[in-house]
């Protein structure tokens, strides 16, 4: 209590009047606020502070800041996010979010990436998937607009990646087909001989066919599948590496060539007894395949085509069953695994596909060892009756159908509807399978000009005997053939 407050309650005291009414206890019970003076240095400390934080921030590397993303079409999410994790740990050159990714060494492995800069969105170019993996082909930008790809097996069950030994990156660059392909031919590998074989011990467990000159073919039943053997007319006994669930078919061409084709591992054999006497064998894949008949003019044996990411020309010349792979002396652009060939008619295919884009070419044998490109003199011409029942399959099994005054659109998530639509607020990402009625076709030079009901419009061109392209350079072939 202060002196001047002592002295107004002694006052008050002498003066007789109560000492505790309400206006005493309220001067002497509740104290006076006293303001504190605050020192201009706190707040420079606490503005210091928020400063110094913000250039941390400011200047910490992107990759500590940002999570990678990845642009990806195929791959399904669960297999996607460790894509994604894989690259996050080593851009972080996180050793132990990396361990939980793939058991590649670390350190090495951070080493190689070094030089790419994984804090960019990246892009997952192609997506191949086999029965316990993934392979999967990315796209990674190393500054100045240069980019390379990076090839990448992603086991399923176990979740993790692996790298090939060298662990490549191929530089990505605009795709050219080439306008022509060398073939360098050689002999097929001569056939497994069975020795000491007791095929009477299979004799419950085995089919037979026969071939017309009497050579047969045992199809022996076992644990693993069917093996199959063939038998010549000399009594040897050859065996094949088919060995599938499947029933095989026995067929003969010419005289001392034998076929066997198995529809349930899509493989054909040929087993060819050559002008020495000795057996000859290659095996290739009934996908995509075909022959191309001795109407050439300078070869008087078929070649044989069987296409796929493997595709292999075989034919007779001189007595020896000879092939030459197709793909080996092409001068492709970039990986081998994103091309593929058909045989068409006389013609072969050649398709180089990403997950979202698609080239192809035509060719045509011109000698017998290298295959010219197919041109034309003048552009194809575009007729309505083309389309009438007809099937356009393009990447990714996207079709168009088109029926009478009706087309069936599927695409897949990765193409643009824009140029299918007016109704520009679809969703791209969405999966389209549309059937657009009233379809009203009109052609110009190559080019078919296409509406229909809801807005419909879009444009195809015809660039080759049985390919089309679209607005968006999305391409499209079909078996069929077109009348001129």
């Known amino acids: 209590m202060k002196d001047n407050q002592l002295k107004k309650a002694i006052d008050e005291m002498i003066s007789n009047k109560p000492l505790l009414n309400d206006a005493f206890v309220k001067r002497v019970m509740v104290p006076k606020k006293i303001l504190n003076k605050v020192s201009w240095v706190h707040p420079i400390i606490v503005l210091s502070l928020v400063f110094f934080i913000g250039m941390i921030l400011y200047f910490m590397p992107n990759e500590q800041r940002q999570a990678t993303t990845i642009e990806n079409n195929e791959l399904p999410a669960k297999y996607e996010a460790i894509v994604r994790h894989y690259f996050e740990a080593i851009s972080l050159k996180n050793a132990q979010a990396f361990a939980k990714v793939s058991d590649e060494d670390a350190k090495e492995i951070f080493h190689q990436y070094s030089n790419y800069k994984l804090n960019e969105p990246l892009t997952i170019l192609k997506t191949i998937e086999y029965e316990d993996s993934y392979t999967v082909f990315v796209l990674l930008p190393k500054g100045e607009g240069h980019y390379f790809i990076n090839q990448l097996n992603l086991v399923k069950n176990s979740r993790k990646i692996t790298l090939s030994n060298d662990n490549k990156f191929t530089e990505y660059r605009n795709i050219h087909l080439p306008t022509s392909i060398p073939l360098q031919y050689r002999p097929a590998p001569f056939a497994v001989q069975l020795e000491n074989f007791d095929l009477g011990k299979y004799q419950k467990a085995f089919e037979t066919q026969t071939y017309e000159d009497g050579v047969k073919l045992y199809q022996l039943k076992t644990t693993k599948g069917t ?219 190559s080019t078919y000009y296409i509406t229909g009901d809801d807005g419909f419009e879009m444009t195809l061109t015809r660039i080759a005997e049985r390919v089309f392209i679209d607005d968006k350079g999305n391409e499209f072939t079909t078996g069929m053939y077109l009348s001129e």
């Open 227 to 445: 093996w199959r053997i063939i038998e010549t007319m000399e009594g040897d006994l050859f065996e094949f590496p088919i060995v599938s669930s499947g029933q095989s078919y026995a067929t003969g061409i010419a005289k001392n060539e034998y076929y066997i084709v198995d529809e349930k591992s899509s493989k054909v054999e040929i087993l060819y007894k050559n002008r020495e006497g000795q057996f000859q064998h290659l095996s290739g894949s009934t996908d995509r395949q075909g022959m191309i008949n001795n109407q050439l003019g300078f070869h008087e044996n078929p070649f044989f085509i069987w296409g796929g990411q493997d595709p292999t020309i075989a034919t007779i010349r001189d007595g020896i069953l000879v092939n030459a792979p197709i793909l080996e002396s092409a001068n492709l652009i970039g990986p081998v695994e994103f091309y593929n060939v058909e045989a068409e008619g006389d013609m072969i295919l050649l398709k180089y596909s990403e997950d979202d884009f698609q080239k192809s070419q035509y060719y045509r044998f011109q000698q017998f060892d290298k295959l010219e490109v197919v041109l034309y003199d003048k552009p194809l011409e575009a007729k309505v009756s083309h389309l009438n029942m007809l099937f356009l399959i393009g990447r990714g099994f996207n079709r168009l159908e088109f029926y009478n005054d009706e087309l069936r659109v599927v695409l897949r998530p990765d193409i643009d509807p824009s140029p299918y639509a007016k109704n520009k607020n679809k969703n791209h990402l969405e999966a389209i399978d549309a059937t657009y009625k009233n379809i009203k076709v009109t052609v110009k030079d």
